[in-house]
């Protein structure tokens, strides 16, 4: 009975895709950012084409799925996808530009990547990038449409990976728990230390630090 009702869950999150996949001559990617809220780390993009077939059990809104399951969710796209890349924009960039500017940078950056002939991209919420392809926007994309759920893991572990590794580095902040987010812990690391080179200093600007 489980296992219906995930291949229901998974009929109805392909939906959207399922419009583009049964035309003619049409590939379709999808795309989505994760790390726009954090005060430290990266903003990733992630565009992945995934196949009509097989379905992948599990796919869903990142934010929704475990980390273990993620990570195993993470392998399973890459293996069956027809394309996946990821773009990042770090922080000196999001502090230069803003961290709007950054996000859609880093998604004109890795659809530019794909040496899939995309011609529909699925995009969860933003409109108006710079992408040669049809760009069809949905709210809350990464829960509703498979190919943005695909897109959304894949960007979403590589950020987590890089910011485990980056606790090793700097351990007093939780990096590898709060993935850089403004946890109180995170926080009180920062009022205590002040920042890491891979903090956003225009996302902390309020707090008076001189570092």
């Known amino acids: 009975m489980a296992k219906k009702n995930e291949q229901e869950r998974l009929w109805v ?5 399922r419009a583009f996949w049964s035309e003619e001559g049409v ?24 196949p009509p077939e097989p379905l992948l ?12 399951r993620r990570e195993m969710l993470y392998d399973r796209i890459m293996e069956t996808c027809i394309e996946a890349q990821t773009a990042w924009i770090w ?22 990547k794909m040496k899939t002939p995309i011609t529909d991209v699925m995009i ?5 990038l710079a992408i040669p392809a049809k760009q069809h926007s949905l709210i809350h994309g990464d ?14 572990v590589e950020r987590d990976r890089y910011m485990i590794e980056q606790d090793k580095l700097y351990p007093e902040y939780g990096f590898a728990k709060n993935k850089g987010y403004g ?8 009022l205590q230390y002040g ?3 891979i903090h956003r200093r225009s996302f902390l600007k309020n707090l008076n630090l001189h570092q």
Do not use: W
Not at 13 to 17: I, K, W
Not at 91 to 112: H, V
């Open 13 to 17: 999150l392909s939906e959207p895709d």
């Open 27 to 50: 590939v379709l990617a999808g795309m989505d950012e994760v790390g726009r809220g954090p005060l430290a780390g990266p903003v990733v993009v992630g565009c992945v084409v995934m």
């Open 57 to 68: 059990e599990y796919v869903n809104d990142s934010k929704k799925v475990t980390e273990k």
């Open 91 to 112: 922080p000196e960039e999001i502090d230069r530009i803003n961290i709007l500017e950054a996000t859609k940078k880093a998604f004109a950056q890795a659809f530019a």
């Open 124 to 128: 969860d919420a933003l409109t108006g």
């Open 143 to 156: 829960a509703l449409c498979y190919s943005i759920a695909s897109a959304s893991i894949v960007a979403k």
């Open 183 to 190: 946890t109180k812990e995170h926080m009180n690391a920062v």
């Open 195 to 197: 920042m890491t080179p």
